[in-house]
């Protein structure tokens, strides 16, 4: 076998048998497991840079490692698409999962679910690896069903929290909806191109009419919003921060909720030829980012803070892929999940420090405590925000000046005001927590997290720095654009560019929308410049719907939950009881009536089985002979 | 070797009656033996004089040992008189007449085949039936032939268990 | 080849009828070493007319089942013996209730 292939199949194999091993000899390795654990997802990792520089240098590959479900015209194998968008989410994963692997050693130092929840956490690198590298949609199907289900594992990890296992239900089963509409996308195409394969789709879709390659398109969307958390099916993300922080981090920020980005990216063939489509994914992509900002800028629970900013990004990367810019969402993807997974780290870490203290009231004048922390999490902050020389900068400009340049200019003026609204939420937090005066309540004995846990934020944090580098020069020629966009070119270009503003305009807009929410924040919570109570109720009624979260959760509780519910009622009450119980118990009923008559058969005399057998076997021949 | 036929024929059909209807198992067991041999002359009219030994071998030799064995062990006074019922007979004599119409009316009525395989009277007389079956057994069913040992060393163990006085 | 089936469906239609009418345990036992040669005895004819060795193997196969089986049901009927006092197949029945 060719080595690159090898190497291909040993990058998940790897983390397979971490699963195997730690969900079956888990007691036996006691501590050893998470260090385990490590080392194989750190051996994908370097196997995964290796492949990216055989591929940079290189060019891709396909390999099937078995014919998988080969009947007739349908045909699909266990096999991988190496391209460089593959490789680049390859190194991203398994990168950040080696990361997050080594700090749960200290977060989850103790739990009684260690080996668990480390042969949970290798299930999912290997379901995501395998998300990224398969080349059909059947088995992307598969892996993309895979990841979310270790998400609903790992987010209702600590199964005895009723709170975290309904988190993990709700997750669940909002993704079902989502994922339906996925999978009637998935069998459109099958009936459509009679393929499964991703070359032979792609070759297939030009000639496939507009508006069935829309139909399409908007499917696997609907899969799309739900694994990515877009609106109106975002609502379980913030519910999912119930499971352990290093979850957050990992699946939840920087790996499974990209998916849905890397799919539009890997399908920008059908999403490209479907003009409304893109469009739609650009709408939901702005309203997302917004919204989820909007909701953000008053949460007091700092993990959900993150979680909003999270879905309010993602939203910029849909932007990007509903624009056609693959290339800049991909790199807004892979520095969101490095600055992200920082932010959740750190958070994480904060946690760690107050004993689970989520609680932003709770919280003030932690710099001193945790320098470590405090400094990690604002250059995340600072990513997130945009300001130079941070990776967020680089990507997300990359972003709107292509929104700006393609000319969907309400798009871009959003976008910049959730950018203030980004840095504004962002700085809040880390104003409220780690400077001002200690709050009177607070944590008494608050400390550094151990090395095991600051050492990953801080190579965390050097890359969410160094990243953006890749985005030099910036925007439609810069390192990041040369390299991947040769995957792209079978896209139709259904959004040229109709402006060519410099690049370095479009920057200062962004970087002075991201300063002035810094210095909003500043003034609100450092300066005390304002009284945020009185800005409070001077925005009274925009405060109370943002606090409350725009009421989505009611309005769902209103208009879906509770006719669910009266109609499930009604199922229950009359349908199964008295229909179906009724069946059921009548049936069972007239079996007993006939049983006590076909008893008497039975008789336990040997000689009238064995007379009744040559009967049998008599009538069995002469049946035969006369038919 | 047609009149062998019928001679063969005759002794084994009647052995098997007696088999049959014999009230004394241990005159029953020596009948048997008796169409043992006979089946083995229609062996050797066929040609596989190896079988035939097989059969006089492990049929009349060790398994029919074996049942007279059991059958002395045994009170035969008591065994003797163990009688059957008469509807009962007349249901089985029935049922076996049926069975056998039916087999000799698919005999009959089915369709003849040709011989497909190479193995003709001529060749394996001049290569020795023993032979033909020994490579046979040794090369293509290597397996079953395998798992017939460890099915006989199962059937030991099991025989054993069985004859133990207590479980 | 006929004739040989004919012969072979004969013994093996005695058989069942020992089978059905005895109840002595041993001479069921034997009834079905009856079935069991007329079966072989269809194999070889059967295999003798179509130039084939296979149904011959066969025949070595069903022989071996036939003694594995020959230890097993006389060690069945020595305990039955044991446990009853007698080899009439009705006191076997206790599969009744």
């Known amino acids: 076998m060719d080595l690159k292939i090898l190497i291909t199949w040993l990058i998940p194999l790897f983390p397979l048998a971490g699963w195997f091993l730690w969900g079956i000899f888990g007691k036996y390795f006691k501590g050893l497991s998470g260090y385990i654990a490590s080392g194989f997802v750190a ?35 266990v096999s991988a698409d190496i391209d460089r968008l593959s490789v680049i989410m390859l190194v991203m994963v398994t990168g950040i999962s ?11 130092k103790g739990d009684k679910g260690f080996s668990r929840y480390f042969s949970f956490l290798n299930l999912f690198v290997f379901s995501m690896i ?38 993990g239900k709700k997750a669940f089963i909002v993704n079902r909806i989502g994922d339906f509409g996925f999978a009637v996308g998935i069998f459109l195409l099958f009936v459509t191109t009679k393929t499964l394969n991703y070359e032979t789709v792609f070759a297939a879709i030009p000639s496939v009419p507009a508006y069935t390659t829309t139909i399409i398109a908007l499917l696997l969307f609907a899969g799309a919003v739900g694994k990515s958390a877009q609106f109106p099916l975002y609502i379980w993300l913030p519910d999912a921060m119930e499971g352990p922080t290093p979850v957050s981090a990992l699946i939840h920020a920087a790996t499974m909720v990209t998916a849905g980005v890397y799919m539009i990216a890997r399908f920008h063939v059908i999403f490209s030829y479907s003009p409304a489509a893109s469009e739609v994914v650009l709408i939901i992509g702005t309203f997302t980012a917004f919204f989820a900002a909007f909701i953000a800028l008053t949460q007091f629970d700092i993990k959900r803070i993150i979680a909003y900013s999270t879905i309010s990004q993602l939203g910029y990367m849909f932007m990007a892929v509903g624009i056609g810019s693959y290339t800049a969402g991909i790199f807004h993807l892979i520095s969101h999940a490095v600055f992200k997974g920082l932010l ?14 989520l609680d932003l009231r709770k919280m003030g004048g ?49 976008g910049e005001i959730t950018a203030l609204m980004t840095a504004f939420y962002i700085f809040r937090l880390i104003f409220l927590a780690f400077f001002g005066e200690p709050k009177p309540d607070q944590n008494k004995h608050a400390h550094e997290s151990p090395q095991i846990m600051t050492i990953p934020m801080i190579i965390l944090a050097v890359f969410a720095v160094i990243i953006g580098f890749l985005g030099i020069p910036p925007f439609n020629d810069s390192l990041f654009y040369n390299f991947l966009h040769t995957d792209f070119k079978n896209a139709y270009n259904f959004a040229p560019f109709v402006n060519n503003t410099p690049w370095y305009i479009l920057s200062l807009i962004s970087v002075f929308a991201g300063l002035l929410g810094i210095y909003a924040a500043y003034l609100l919570y450092i300066k005390k410049a304002f009284d945020p109570e009185r800005i409070k109720s001077i925005f009274k009624p925009v405060y109370v719907l943002s606090y409350n979260k725009v009421y989505i959760d009611e309005i769902y509780n209103f208009l879906i939950v509770k006719p669910l519910l009266v109609f499930f009622d009604f199922l229950w009450k009359v349908i199964d009881v008295k229909v179906i ?24 005399m040997l000689m009238s089985y064995i007379l009744t057998l040559s009967i049998g076997a008599a009538a069995l021949l002469l049946y035969y002979f006369i038919r | 070797m047609e009149a062998l036929f019928y001679v063969f024929s005759f002794i084994a059909i ?48 060790a398994i029919m040992v074996l049942v007279v064995l059991v059958i002395m062990l045994l009170n035969i006074s008591r065994i003797k008189n163990i009688k059957s019922d008469l509807h009962q007979k007349i249901i089985g004599v029935l049922i076996s007449l049926i069975l056998f119409a039916e087999i000799v009316l698919y005999i009959i ?41 460890i099915l006989l060393f199962v059937a030991i163990i099991g025989a054993y268990l069985f004859a133990k006085k207590k479980f | 080849m006929d004739n040989y089936l004919i012969v072979a469906s004969m013994i093996f239609c005695i058989g069942a009828l020992g089978v059905i009418i005895r109840k002595n345990l041993i001479v069921i036992f034997m009834s079905l070493e009856l079935m069991f040669n007329a079966a072989n005895l269809g194999f070889v004819a059967a295999s003798n007319r179509l130039n084939l060795i296979s149904g011959d193997i066969f025949v070595i196969f069903v022989i071996v089942v036939a003694a594995a089986e020959a230890a097993i049901a006389l060690g069945i009927a020595i305990a039955f013996y044991r446990e009853k006092g007698t080899v009439d197949i009705d006191m076997a029945n206790e599969l009744k209730n």
């Open chain 1, 366 to 414: 932690l710099y001193s405590k945790m320098k470590t922390t405090a400094v990690t999490f604002i250059v995340g902050g600072l990513a997130l925000s945009g300001i130079p020389p941070f990776s967020g900068f680089f990507s997300k400009d990359a972003v709107l000046a292509d929104i700006y340049n393609k000319g969907f200019y309400f798009a871009w003026i959003i």
């Open chain 1, 98 to 108: 080696t990361l997050v692997h080594v700090y749960s050693i200290g977060y989850m």
């Open chain 2, 14 to 61: 009647f052995s098997a009656l007696m088999v049959v209807t014999m009230r004394n198992p241990l005159t029953s067991a020596l009948y048997l033996v008796l169409c043992f041999f006979a089946l083995a002359g229609f062996y050797v009219i066929l040609d596989m004089q190896f079988l035939a030994a097989m059969q006089i071998l492990v049929y009349a030799g």
């Open chain 1, 43 to 77: 051996a994908s990792f370097i196997l995964s840079v290796i492949l990216f520089f055989i591929v940079a240098y290189s060019h891709g590959f396909t390999d099937t490692l078995y014919p998988w479900v080969y009947a007739g015209i349908f045909k699909a194998g």
């Open chain 2, 109 to 149: 009525n089915g369709a003849q085949k040709r011989p497909s395989g190479i193995f003709t009277h001529a060749l394996i007389k001049r290569i020795g039936n023993t032979q033909v079956i020994g490579e046979f057994l040794f090369t293509g069913y290597i397996l079953p032939f395998e798992i017939a040992s």
């Open chain 1, 344 to 357: 959740f780290l750190t958070a994480g870490s904060v946690m760690h420090g107050l004993s689970g203290e």
């Open chain 1, 581 to 604: 119980d009724g069946a059921v118990n009548g049936i069972a009923l007239a079996f007993a009536g006939f049983s006590a008559k076909a008893r008497r058969i039975q008789n336990g």
């Open chain 1, 130 to 167: 395998m998300l990224v590298i398969s080349n059909n949609l059947l088995l992307l199907y598969v892996f993309w069903e895979a990841v979310g289900f270790c998400s609903y594992i790992l987010i209702g990890f600590w199964y005895e929290r009723k709170s975290a296992s309904d988190a």
